[in-house]
């Protein structure tokens, strides 16, 4: 083992118990993380990349998992990652680690700053009487706003951009040698992606520590990352010099990686996925600005399907007997109109109104003022028979399909639900006759008729809430993150699919997500949303390429773009 090399992992073969015998997921994976450098890992959901860092320090589920064979060694000496016990005194202390989720790995009862002083104290970090101090300091390190207020508030009374922050403080608290970051920056604002990336970047120079950075997104890891192994199917397909591997990639997989993200410069028609990529047949086929003119003035020859005019929305936060409720208003003066045929983007950060007004559209939320016309007839006023048929026409693809998915019912049961409520087709047998239709429209087999959510892998349980969506042949669709959390590949399958079900059907989109390059790949008009207000609206390309505001442009410089 070399001076500079910190970690080294030699052959490391791990099985998962699947029926009644275990199978291997990686396969005798090697490298090394060397000090001071930063090392990314990156490959899609099930490739092994999280599973390889966390079997480092024993974080794998017991029970199910286990280690074949494999050496590690840490600063020269030989590492036992089967001894709980030893692990236990690492852990925190030489490693930190980052999670993707941190809603779910901070604990929802106990105080942020709490949390933090737990990990000092149980490594002998400091005293109790210097704990409140040391973890104050480590709030200002990771740059939280008002670290003393942070300190007091439980995790649900801070953004996902502040708590991850409270995570990465956590991670640091015992000045690790090595940070394993998996996939810290994952459904995060692009703005905020940016600040956790730049911030990991002064934390490593400043500590002088070695980090694993865990992601699907090569163009994310190429703007931290000294090295990188891309991981396919359990195995390194490739591993170099960052600079090397992003401009001149071997493995097609790379490739893929590296293709399947929206461009920003021209407008395809097919997003390439993994699979265009391993059988060498990837599509080239670009809309001419003579073909988007032709298209745009068919559409904007009609009258428009759906008019937004000043619209208003605010809540109300009581604050107590004889104190007056203070008003927050989510949206101010909102006005547009869309017109059949057309996908409006919907951009902007966390708390800029777009998921609110998707709301109101929806009539899932009340308007505070304005008018929601659709059609011509405003749809605030109406009663709850003509709410109810109105609900066919303008359906929701969500963000997180398992959580909006019923577990108890099979894929099929989901599908043919809303056609019961709504009186489509006559019969048990004719539903059923067209989910199975429905299912082939979206790239799933009859066979996942009978299966239940949680059988299916996430990119699936987004075909069936398109599915869903659809078989209620709305007239439009709000689209509301419906791909902020998936995989490049499985998103460029996702807005495939969008784009083909709109060519097909006709349906008419309002695409909301805090990623201006596939909005602006998705889109014919783009809204630009900050603080409930419309920042800026006009013609996708145009937007992105001349943009009028400077919050626009930040949102534009926030992007991922590679080396």
């Known amino acids: 083992m070399s001076e500079q090399q910190l970690l080294k992992v030699i052959d490391l073969e791990i099985s998962f118990l699947q029926g009644s015998d275990y199978h291997s997921v990686i396969h005798n994976i090697s490298f090394s993380l060397n000090k001071n450098e930063v090392l990314g890992i990156v490959g899609e959901s099930g490739s092994g990349k999280s599973v390889c860092c966390l079997s480092l320090l024993g974080l794998l589920p017991a029970g199910i998992s286990r280690i074949e064979?494999?050496?590690?060694?840490?600063?020269?000496?030989?590492?036992?990652?089967?001894?709980?016990?030893?692990?236990?005194?690492?852990?925190?202390?030489?490693?930190?680690?980052?999670?993707?989720?941190?809603?779910?790995?901070?604990?929802?009862?106990?105080?942020?700053?709490?949390?933090?002083?737990?990990v000092l104290l149980n490594h002998g970090q400091c005293s109790k009487s210097e704990v409140r101090a040391k973890v104050t300091d480590l709030f200002k390190q990771v740059k939280l706003p008002d670290p003393e207020l942070v300190f007091r508030k439980y995790p649900?009374?801070?953004?996902?951009?502040?708590?991850?922050?409270?995570?990465?403080?956590?991670?640091?608290?015992?000045?690790?040698?090595?940070?394993?970051?998996?996939?810290?920056?994952?459904?995060?604002?692009?703005?905020?992606?940016?600040?956790?990336?730049?911030?990991?970047?002064?934390?490593?120079a400043s500590h002088h520590m070695s980090i694993l950075f865990i992601s699907h997104d090569l163009s994310l890891v190429s703007e931290i990352a000294d090295r990188v192994l891309v991981m396919y199917g359990g195995r390194i397909v490739e591993n170099g010099n960052v600079k090397e591997v992003f401009k001149n990639p071997q493995h097609?997989?790379?490739?893929?990686?590296?293709?399947?993200?929206?461009?920003?410069?021209?407008?395809?028609?097919?997003?390439?996925?993994?699979?265009?990529?391993?059988?060498?047949?990837?599509?080239?086929?670009?809309?001419?600005?003579?073909?988007?003119?032709?298209?745009?003035?068919?559409?904007?020859?009609?009258?428009?399907?759906?008019?937004?005019?000043?619209?208003?929305?605010?809540?109300?936060?009581?604050?107590?007997?004889?104190?007056p409720d203070r008003e927050f208003k989510a949206l101010s003066g909102v006005s547009f109109k869309l017109y059949e045929g057309e996908t409006l983007g919907l951009v902007g950060e966390s708390g800029c109104g777009k998921t609110t007004l998707g709301n109101c559209i929806l009539q899932l939320e009340d308007i505070s003022g304005g008018e929601i016309l659709y059609k011509g007839q405003d749809i605030t006023k109406l009663k709850s028979k003509a709410l109810r048929s109105l609900r066919r026409d303008i359906?929701?693809?969500?963000?997180?399909?398992?959580?909006?998915?019923?577990?108890?019912?099979?894929?099929?049961?989901?599908?043919?639900?809303?056609?019961?409520?709504?009186?489509?087709?006559?019969?048990?047998?004719?539903?059923?006759?067209?989910?199975?239709?429905?299912?082939?429209r979206v790239g799933l087999e009859q066979e996942h008729f009978s299966r239940y959510p949680h059988q299916f892998s996430g990119g699936?349980?987004?075909?069936?809430?398109?599915?869903?969506?659809?078989?209620?042949?709305?007239?439009?669709?709000?689209?509301?993150?419906?791909?902020?959390?998936?995989?490049?590949?499985?998103?460029?399958?996702?807005?495939?699919l969008l784009n083909e079900l709109k060519e097909n059907f006709g349906f008419t989109y309002i695409f909301i997500s805090h990623d201006l390059s596939v909005v602006k790949y998705m889109s014919d008009q783009l809204l630009v949303m900050n603080s409930g207000k419309i920042e800026e609206f006009g013609d996708a390309d145009k937007v992105y390429r001349n943009p009028q505001s400077d919050y626009t442009q930040k949102l534009i410089d926030a992007i991922p773009k590679g080396l």
Do not use: W
Request: charged share 25%.
């Open 69 to 118: 064979h494999g050496e590690v060694r840490f600063e020269g000496e030989s590492m036992d990652i089967q001894n709980q016990k030893g692990l236990r005194k690492i852990r925190g202390l030489d490693f930190g680690v980052v999670f993707q989720e941190p809603m779910s790995s901070l604990n929802p009862s106990a105080r942020c700053g709490d949390q933090v002083a737990e």
């Open 156 to 204: 649900h009374e801070v953004s996902g951009g502040q708590k991850q922050r409270v995570m990465i403080a956590m991670a640091i608290a015992c000045n690790p040698k090595v940070l394993i970051a998996d996939e810290p920056t994952t459904a995060l604002d692009v703005t905020v992606q940016k600040d956790i990336i730049n911030l990991l970047k002064e934390l490593q």
């Open 252 to 323: 097609p997989y790379t490739r893929a990686l590296i293709g399947s993200r929206p461009s920003l410069e021209i407008r395809q028609k097919r997003l390439p996925t993994i699979h265009d990529f391993m059988s060498e047949s990837i599509p080239k086929d670009v809309y001419s600005n003579k073909e988007r003119a032709a298209y745009q003035k068919k559409i904007y020859s009609r009258p428009p399907l759906l008019e937004v005019r000043d619209l208003q929305k605010s809540f109300f936060t009581r604050m107590g007997l004889f104190r």
């Open 395 to 440: 359906q929701i693809i969500f963000q997180d399909p398992y959580s909006s998915l019923n577990p108890r019912l099979t894929i099929g049961e989901a599908i043919m639900e809303p056609m019961k409520v709504h009186g489509l087709y006559r019969s048990s047998s004719g539903r059923k006759e067209k989910v199975m239709e429905i299912l082939a």
């Open 460 to 496: 699936q349980r987004q075909r069936v809430g398109v599915a869903r969506a659809i078989a209620m042949q709305p007239k439009l669709i709000v689209c509301d993150e419906s791909v902020s959390a998936l995989d490049i590949s499985v998103q460029a399958q996702v807005l495939n």
